[in-house]
Nanobody, 126 residues
Framework: QVRLVESGGGLVQTGDSLRLSCAASGGAFMHYNGGWFRQAPGKERVFVAAISGSGETTTYADSVKGRFTISRDNGKNAVYLQMNSLKPEDAGEYFC???????????????????WGQGTQVTVSS
């Protein structure tokens, strides 16, 4: 059973940067594709970014392209989300997620991810 634990959230100002980390345990995370999702209060969980198990392939939501970077270190069983030029609309609970690698394009729907962390809160003040 894969377990995911996020960290790195906090309160920042508009334009600031933040780096989220996701530590995986319970298996070699290189065998899993990873993703980040954001959920604002009262709203659905939305896709932010995803990365293949090898780290060679990534995909991003249009709203974060050019500002956010997803990466991973399989030696540390970790996935990261570097967030630059943060905006108030980037605020929310950020969740790390994963699913077993397959040959399909990276998944962008939350329902298709099997493993989830508990989330880390990001607040962006204007």
């Amino acid at each position: 059973q894969v377990r995911l634990v996020e960290s790195g959230g906090g309160l920042v100002q508009t334009g600031d940067s933040l780096r989220l980390s996701c530590a995986a345990s319970g298996g070699a995370f290189m065998h899993y594709n990873g993703g980040w999702f954001r959920q604002a209060p009262g709203k659905e969980r939305v896709f932010v970014a995803a990365i293949s198990g090898s780290g060679e392939t990534t995909t991003y939501a249009d709203s974060v392209k050019g500002r956010f970077t997803i990466s991973r270190d399989n030696g540390k069983n970790a996935v990261y989300l570097q967030m630059n030029s943060l905006k108030p609309e980037d605020a929310g609970e950020y969740f790390c997620a994963g699913y077993a690698r397959d040959l399909s394009p990276l998944r962008t729907y939350a329902a298709r991810y099997r493993y989830w962390g508990q989330g880390t809160q990001v607040t962006v003040s204007s």
